[in-house]
């Protein structure tokens, strides 16, 4: 009699068990789903507006969308930029951008710095990439901010390490200038949205691919 109590007291909290999983396992997809709805999903900010600085286990599994390279030795030994600059962009905001051409709300964007390393490789003379030095983000959101030129934010955490655990939104003069002129400041560029599109070959051939 004992041992029949046990299997039936068994049988039930497995029951009761399956009941209980069947029924968290939708409202944790729809968690999930709702989560993973936007490229800010990725993203922590602090109580006072700051950002702070994600694990580069994280972005470094994005999409990657281009490396542009202005080094010293071609500015006159003094690049603003002189770094290569490695982008990628959320994967769920690159998976919109693909069937639309259009960066959607939450887009996430992130640039990460190395420095020019050496000069001269097996393959021949370039630039090559040496240690990691910087990190910055961009990120469009209308509510956070919605008077920035798109809706775009930027953020840097330094260009030198160790980098800062938190950044503040640059002011719209030192980062969106830029932008503004060379990436949308005319009728031809204007569907690019403040980003330098023309530079990441991977954004562009999604974009030639919808004309397609």
Not at 33 to 50: I, P, Q, R, V, W
Request: net charge neutral; charged share 20%; proline share 5%.
């Amino acid at each position: 009699m004992k041992k029949k109590i046990t299997m039936t007291l068994a049988t039930g909290l497995a029951a009761a068990l399956g009941a209980t999983i069947l029924f968290q396992l939708p409202v944790r997809q729809a968690q999930a789903a709702e989560g993973e709805s936007t490229g800010l999903s990725f993203l922590t900010y602090t109580a006072d507006g700051k950002i702070v600085r994600p694990e580069p286990s994280l972005y470094r599994k994005w999409v990657y969308v281009g490396t542009p390279l202005t080094p010293n030795d071609m500015n006159d030994g003094e690049a603003s930029f002189p770094e290569f600059h490695a982008v990628y962009m959320d994967p769920i905001s690159f998976a919109s951008f693909e069937k639309t051409g259009v960066y959607p709300e939450g887009t996430v964007l992130i640039k990460e710095l190395s420095a020019v390393g050496a000069k001269e490789a097996s393959s021949g003379t370039g630039y090559f990439m040496g240690e990691f030095t910087g990190l910055e983000i961009t990120v469009k959101d209308s509510v956070r901010y919605n008077d920035e030129p798109g809706n775009w934010g930027y953020y840097s955490f330094g260009h030198k390490y160790p980098l800062k655990d938190e950044a503040t939104m640059n002011r719209t003069a030192s980062c969106n200038a830029c932008h503004e002129k060379t990436a949308a400041n005319n009728a031809q560029n204007l569907s690019k949205d403040w980003v330098f599109e023309q530079y990441y070959p991977v954004l562009s051939a999604a974009r030639a691919a919808l004309k397609k």
